[in-house]
């Protein structure tokens, strides 16, 4: 469904002593994203995420490389392309000084749908993301949340193929969290192909069958969750050793009890999860 090839960006940006110089975001990066497949975009801060998804939504220009949408090479078809993806941005870009509604219906003329047609749309995604009762609101007046739910709405106006969704559950509360998940897993079994990024690892764990793990531009995993516990171990032993808490991996609950005992102390032994792995191979905590 999407391939991406050997993709780099490169930025130019103007250091302290205001030379120019040039930063690798993206750093030769090869993938392949199944149909119907949801799929997580992993890494800390920094890491190229969002670059990674402004050059597969045609925002950013790669500096190299190549990105196909069902064997199609996305460079020189950019407008059809373009109708077969929704975007949900790491940072709100409404118009404010419009409301609920005009903001959808803003959207919905941009992707050239007929009036009909975009009316019922646009009802049946405010109820489908509960907001059905603030379409005359003004986009200030949401909370948080509010306009989290209303960015995924708009994304989907034009039943797109692909969605991408960068940071989407952001400092939303969890039972708004759990229900963007259940919108993410109704979309999947509709067969759109679906690529986030979260920090949230628990999510990526829950939600994706793949994810890919970025640092410094780089690709240094891609798996999925079940499979990158088991390599690392599924055990974990955790401990407080004197300025850290340090972690060992196991692959059976019998060495990681042995290792536990020769220990002594305060450790403690449960399942290996996605965010061990993150740790191992990124070397950072996320949330910290
Ligand atoms: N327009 C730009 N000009 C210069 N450098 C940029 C630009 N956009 C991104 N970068 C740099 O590229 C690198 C990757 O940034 P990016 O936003 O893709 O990371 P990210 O993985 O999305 O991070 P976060 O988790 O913080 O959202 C960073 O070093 C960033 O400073
Ligand atoms: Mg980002």
Not at 51 to 74: A, K, Q, V, W
Not at 212 to 232: H, S, Y
């Amino acid at each position: 469904m999407i391939r991406v090839e050997s993709l780099v960006k490169k930025f130019q940006y103007r250091n302290k002593n205001n030379k120019i110089v040039w930063r690798t975001a993206v750093d030769g990066l090869t993938l392949d994203i199944r149909q119907g497949e949801v799929f997580g975009l992993l890494g800390p801060n920094g890491a190229g995420k969002t670059t990674t998804i402004r050059m597969l939504t045609m925002l950013t220009e790669p500096t190299s490389g190549e990105i196909f949408y069902d064997n199609t090479p996305i460079r020189g078809h950019e407008q059809e392309m373009k109708q077969l993806i929704g975007v949900v941005p790491q940072h709100i870009n409404f118009d404010q000084d419009l409301t609920v509604g005009e903001n959808l219906e803003l959207h919905a003329r941009l992707h050239h749908m007929g009036r009909v047609e975009r009316h019922r749309r646009i009802e049946e995604l405010l109820a489908y993301v509960e907001l059905a009762d603030l379409v005359n609101a003004n986009v200030r007046e949401l909370s948080g949340g509010m306009k989290r739910r209303l960015l995924i709405a708009r994304a989907l106006i034009h039943h797109p193929r692909i969605l991408f969704l960068d940071e989407p559950t952001v400092a939303l509360d969890p039972q708004v969290r759990r229900r963007i998940w259940e919108l993410i897993r109704q979309l999947a079994r509709e067969q759109v192909t679906v690529l986030l990024t979260t920090h949230y690892i628990e999510e990526a764990e829950t939600l994706c069958e793949r994810v890919a793990i970025l640092n410094k531009g780089r690709l240094i995993g891609l798996d999925t969750p079940q499979a990158f516990c088991e390599q690392m171990g599924r055990y974990t032993v955790e401990w407080d050793a004197v300025d850290a808490r340090e972690y060992r991996f196991f692959d059976t609950r019998r060495e990681a009890a042995d290792f536990m005992a020769e220990l002594g102390g305060s450790a403690s032994i449960r399942r290996s999860n996605l965010e061990d792995v993150f740790i191992e191979l990124t070397g950072r905590r996320e949330g910290l």
